[in-house]
């Protein structure tokens, strides 16, 4: 019964997790292209391109996708 209840949990986080970055590459796809935003990698947040910021999202959300399929 344990087992299956971490498997949900991780199941749930998992998809959470997509929604979380489908909404990040959306409100990406929303702001202008000379527009300058903010990355969080690690602790610390990074100045760059909304298109690098999106593309970097994008592999995430695949990333996220695959564990969720596997």
């Known amino acids: ?7 949900t949990n991780t ?3 998992l998809i959470k997790e997509v929604r979380s970055h489908e909404v990040a590459i959306a409100e990406l796809s929303n702001l202008s292209s000379s527009r300058a935003v903010y ?3 690690g602790n610390l947040f ?5 298109q690098k910021a999106a593309a970097s999202e994008q592999k995430q959300l695949d990333s996220a996708k695959a564990k969720l399929e596997g």
């Open 46 to 50: 990074f100045r760059t391109t909304v």
């Open 1 to 7: 019964m344990a087992a299956s209840t971490s498997a």
């Open 39 to 41: 990355q969080k990698n």
């Open 11 to 13: 199941n749930l986080e």
